[in-house]
């Protein structure tokens, strides 16, 4: 039986099923998911930062942070480091929120997605503002079929904000700044991304509840999930420690302080790590809304390209990729990994939040986590008698010996599990090599030895 195998019957001898959720993985698991999070800092930002959760569901949980949360430039704030408790916005992740608000009140009785919006909206609006060609349903707006225009295409709306960012925006005029600029398609003719879509399903919420929109959804999500850490902020500043917000348009601006009204409906929601986790396994799981309505929200109705109603599809090495990303001057993910290995045999939920706007989450973090998670740990045998080579020390701080049987000559790749070759590949022809890896990042890494046709693996734990 495999280390890993053994470290987890321990975990679960000692603290029992029950309990395996709030324990933390085997250490090179959290030593490798912590070198992900180490590798994934943006460069082209020297206060850059970045946190993660991630949470495999009757297994274990692990959080961690790296760089600074806030940078200290514009906005008037102190530098801070980055914890993996902090805060942020959590831009497009709150389409998943608002999705299943809208299905809550279809179970409820209050209304159908295949209802015309006209039906919860005054008729100058439809019709002289939103004016689309065809019928635009709930459901259209739910999985950007509508045609309506992305109120942040509206060039002249987005300067607004950045030249005002504590400027306070209504329903109506985030409504104007997207449908004024005409219809991109009739409904159901095709697919187009529009937070506008968004704006228009808070204000139907509005209409039907003869509440807030932000009032609804923490009744609806906030308060019953008990999610401490999430809000729908109604001052311009977040509370708390809290991670920053920044976007290079030429130059570095500053939007972590922001009037919140500038993304209702659509990117206004301020979370956690952790507390988007809890949401999401709730969701899933028919604590927020029931069985039909899950798989409602999972349909892809023809044309959407992989976007079920709030939900975003993808597929990573075959295995289904499940959630929604998010910026807002800075880059989020929310996601569901359907994988099934020996670390993660239900699957795994991960959460991230860098401070800068357009990081590249799915080179950085999505991939090798997915590739470590699902493949690496499980893929990579331990040393056994039938094994050519040793390998030692193991784990190793300085200079790893590689010592063979024969003199033959012999290949040695190491890389890390990304699968970026980390050192220069090696061919011996003696017995012994000493490869140094002494300036190498902690965490874990996979030795390829090959020799003729002959190849093997090893785990090396770097520490």
Known sequence: ???????????????????????????????????????????????????????????????????????????????????????????????????????????????????????????????????????????????????????????????????????????????????????????????????????????????????????????????????????IPVSNQISGPHMGCYWNIGNWIDLTVINPTTYTGWADVVSSTQDLITFYEALRNGQLIDSTSWTEMQTMYPGTFGYGLGLDFYTITSENYVGHYGEVANTSGLFFADIHSSLCPNGYYIAYNYNVQGADMQTTIDVPVLLFLNNNVNGVSEINAAEKFQVSPNPCSDYLQIRGNRNTSTSITMMDLSGRIVSPVITRSSATLLLDVSALPRGAYILTITEATHTETRKVILE
């Open 1 to 231: 039986m495999k280390k890993l195998h053994i470290l987890i019957l321990i975990f679960a001898l000692a603290f029992g099923s029950k309990e395996v959720n709030c324990q933390t993985p085997p250490q090179v698991v959290a030593d490798s998911l912590q070198a992900i999070l180490n590798q994934a800092l943006p460069s082209n930002f020297q206060n850059s930062g970045v946190i993660m959760s991630v949470y495999a569901p009757g297994q274990w949980t692990w959080s961690g942070a790296v760089g600074n949360g806030i940078a200290g430039i514009t906005a008037q704030q102190p530098q801070t480091n980055a914890s993996a408790t902090d805060r942020f916005r959590v831009g497009s992740i709150t389409k998943m929120m608002v999705a299943a608000c809208i299905l809550k009140l279809e179970e409820d009785g209050l209304l159908s997605i295949e209802d015309p919006i006209d039906m919860y909206l005054r008729p100058t609006l439809v019709n002289d503002t939103i004016a689309s060609s065809d019928t635009v349903r709930i459901r259209h707006l739910l999985n950007h079929t509508s045609g309506i225009a992305n109120s942040a295409s509206n060039t002249s709306c987005q300067q607004n904000v950045l030249i005002n960012p504590l400027g306070n925006h209504s329903l109506e005029e985030a409504i104007y700044c997207g449908a004024s600029q005409g219809e991109l398609f009739p409904p159901e003719f095709a697919w187009g991304y529009s937070n506008t879509n968004y704006t228009i399903l808070a204000m139907i919420i509005e209409t039907i509840t003869g509440q807030s929109y932000s009032s609804y959804l923490t009744q609806t999500i906030i308060t019953p999930l008990n999610l401490t850490q999430t809000e």
